[in-house]
């Protein structure tokens, strides 16, 4: 966003904000749905929309947009858990599928490429993910992905929150918060390989 | 010398500036002779860049009941 775009956003252009619920919005229900339930990541997006466009004039230029309005989303939906005197939905954090390795079935017995990555053609990052055939298998992956290698995903690579940050709020090891982030990684990388290599998922 | 699974699950690690320097060189050295694990790494980064990309923007009608959210408290407050 540009200088100009962003004073505009801080002075209270209500155009401009709604540009910016357009852009970040269902990132920010993905990133509460792992900690409050479906059920009601829409309700707390919606306060922590509010509490973002009365805080929107204090942004400091220095953090990423979407990390900003991550953490005001994390800290609604925690706040409406403590009001609900409910505690995290995350039982199975840390012991979830540690054991298996998407890529496990890629490699040869002595530890090499057995069945090597494809070569991606694809102009620029943000177009990697947005073919309309991969964004549904896109949808169906994330949904059927276990709730802690999701969780990682959406606020390491998703929110870009710190890493040291994601396991104090959810009380993990940061061994098993990179085998999780590493899971869910590697199985979208397994995803566009193949959407890559066969144009199908 | 490293294999290419060991590369492959250090990767994240390398990517995100988090390994010593004799584990980066490790890999580096790794990298120089293995145009598969350069590929892996260099198409993981491409990856985790376009990962904030992944979510479909709002349709018009949930911008519309935020936004509407918004003015009614605005309302309220004055």
Known sequence: MNKDKLERLKNGDQGLFAELVRDHHRALVALVTPIVGTSEAEEVVQNAWLKAYKAIAGFEERAQIRTWLGRIAINEAKMQLRQRKRELLFSDWGNQDLNSDPLATRFAEDGHWQNPPTDWHVDSPDSLLMGEQLADCLERLLTEMPTNQRSMLEMRDSSGLPFEDICNELSISASNARVLLHRARTQLFKLVDHYQETGEC | ?78
């Not at chain 2, 250090?10 to 694990?37: M, P, T």
């Open chain 2, 1 to 78: 010398m490293l294999s290419c699974r060991e590369v492959v699950n250090d990767a994240d690690q390398l990517l995100d500036g988090e390994l010593h320097w004799r584990q980066r060189l490790s890999i580096r050295f790794h990298l120089l002779i293995c145009h598969n694990c350069r590929r892996y790494v260099r198409q993981l980064r491409m990856l985790i860049f376009a990962i904030p990309y992944m979510h479909q923007r709002a349709s018009d009608e949930e911008v519309s009941i935020i936004m509407a959210g918004i003015v009614s408290s605005e309302k309220s407050d004055a």
